[in-house]
């Protein structure tokens, strides 16, 4: 292995403020040794001592661009990870890009980021108040045990006082149970959710339940789940006529009309 020294005395005297062994007032720190890193390099790895500061960090210059590249690589496999790419592919892939290929380990532990960062996002503080919340669930299939079963995967968006729309939390439970919801909107108020004056979602019993027992507001069912719902009681030949005109009553000033305007639609596709 190569040794070498890191020597950018420009760099570093420019952050301390002072060159080697100077007494100056203006000094902001102060060298602290040198440490030791491995460069992988096309002609075999080399050591580099790079030196050290008593506060702060100093990274030479001429590594940025490695440093970005290697990011780069990186975010490529969390990337093919998240899309549902296996191990083995994944170290396809790197020796296509004619690398000499990755470990499963080397995956993992590099994945290992992934979940660390979707935890932090999702068990973020909330502050301020969040007038409007929509709730939705979807029913994926993942590996349990070396099976494959069907979870339950809820989310909150929720929107602030100033009109911008956030993810507020994701969840994965076995079933769409009460209990299961209610779990989850108490998470939510715990972490700071509150102000909560209407919320949009299905309308599934356990979690309108959940609703009214945990953030008490006011519920209204999701347009695109009631326009599914109500299109499947339409032959399937008819059913984007029904849903241009079902549509018109959305669009309707108030109440009363949107009611008529459902009527009417109603009584042209009764047989």
Request: proline share 6%; net charge positive.
């Amino acid at each position: 292995m190569a040794e070498g020294r890191v020597s950018c005395p420009k760099d570093v005297e420019g952050l301390i403020g002072a060159g080697r062994y100077e007494r100056s007032g203006e000094r902001l720190n102060w060298r602290n040794g040198l440490r030791d890193q491995v460069l992988e390099t096309r002609l075999g790895p080399m050591q580099l001592r790079i030196p050290k500061l008593r506060q702060g960090s100093y990274f030479p210059p001429f590594l940025e661009p490695r440093k970005t590249s290697e990011k780069a690589l990186v975010a490529v496999i969390q990337e093919a990870w998240i899309g549902g790419v296996s191990t083995r592919r994944v170290d396809d892939l790197v020796q296509a890009m004619e690398l000499t290929g990755i470990s499963k380990p080397t995956v993992s532990k590099l994945c290992k980021d992934i979940d660390e960062r979707v935890s932090a996002f999702l068990e973020r503080p909330l502050s301020g108040e969040w007038p409007y919340v929509w709730l939705d669930a979807t029913c994926p299939q993942q590996r349990e045990g070396g099976r494959v079963v069907s979870v339950a995967a809820i989310v909150a968006v929720a929107c602030d006082a100033e009109g911008r729309r956030q993810n507020v939390g994701l969840h994965i439970g076995p079933s769409e149970a009460e209990t299961f919801w209610a779990a989850f909107l108490k998470s939510l108020v715990k972490r700071g959710l509150h102000g909560v004056k209407l919320v949009v979602s299905d309308a599934h019993e356990g979690l309108k339940g959940a609703i009214a027992r945990v953030l008490s507001a006011t519920w209204q069912r999701c347009r695109v789940h009631w326009m599914r719902n109500a299109l499947a009681h339409v032959p399937r030949a008819h059913s984007s006529m029904a849903a241009a005109a079902l549509r018109q009553a959305f669009l309707q000033p108030d109440q009363p009309s949107a009611r008529q305007t459902r009527r009417q639609v109603a009584d042209q596709f009764r047989p």
